[in-house]
Structure formats: C-alpha cells, structure tokens
Nanobody, 120 residues
Framework: QVQLVESGGGLVQPGGSLRLSCAAS????????MGWYRQPPGEQRELVAT???????NTADSVKGRFTISRDNAKNTVYLEMNSLKPEDTAVYYC??????????????WGQGTQVTVSS
C-alpha cells in the first residue's frame, strides 16, 4: 500500500526557518502532483504549495517569497523549506501526493501530519 511519511516539524521562533520532508513508499506507478497543505488550529485545511511532475508549482499567496517547495523524484520525496516564519504559520502540515497505482488508478494520498509551531 502507498504511505506518505512527513518529518521535520517542530517549534521555532518568529523569523526562524524549518525544513519539512515527505517520502512516499509503496508500489507506485507514478506520482503527479506532490506537496503540502496545512491546518491551523480551529481552521480548515488549506493549500501551502504543490509541484506537478512537470515541475510547475502552485503556491499560496500567504507563503510566496518565504516558502520553497522542491522535489526529488528518484527518492519519491518532496520538501518544504520555510523561512521567515510567522506565528500565523502555526499549523499541522500534511503531505499530499496525487499517485497512480495499478490497482486503484489515480488517487490522492495524505500523510499523517507534522506539527509546526511558531512562537516566541
């Protein structure tokens, strides 16, 4: 079965940096879009940034210029470099991958989430 595992979350001060990673494993035929969503406390899940297999990115206005998404296709891994962090970036960050498998076709998968807390 397909599994996404996030790592790199933690507590940082405002203005600090953090790097998240997410690795996909399983019998995967292809990964199309891959990236990150987040869910602040008491709020709905929202897009942070995604990258397609062709290298195109979709990034939320709130993080443009501060967050950078990257992808290592050989490792089935996506990263999120977060700089100039703000308290409003505090959320559970979820890895997302649009994956094609031979048994279920194209289907969205989610990681378990990793907590990012920005506080002084």
């Amino acid at each position: 079965q397909v599994q996404l595992v996030e790592s790199g979350g933690g507590l940082v001060q405002p203005g600090g940096s953090l790097r998240l990673s997410c690795a996909a494993s399983g019998r995967i035929t292809d990964i199309y879009a891959m990236g990150w969503y987040r869910q602040p406390p008491g709020e709905q899940r929202e897009l942070v940034a995604t990258m397609t297999s062709g290298g195109h990115t979709n990034t939320a206005d709130s993080v443009k210029g501060r967050f950078t998404i990257s992808r290592d296709n050989a490792k089935n891994t996506v990263y999120l470099e977060m700089n100039s962090l703000k308290p409003e970036d505090t959320a559970v960050y979820y890895c997302y991958a649009d994956i094609f498998t031979s048994w279920s076709g194209r289907f969205p998968y989610w990681g378990q989430g990793t907590q990012v807390t920005v506080s002084s």
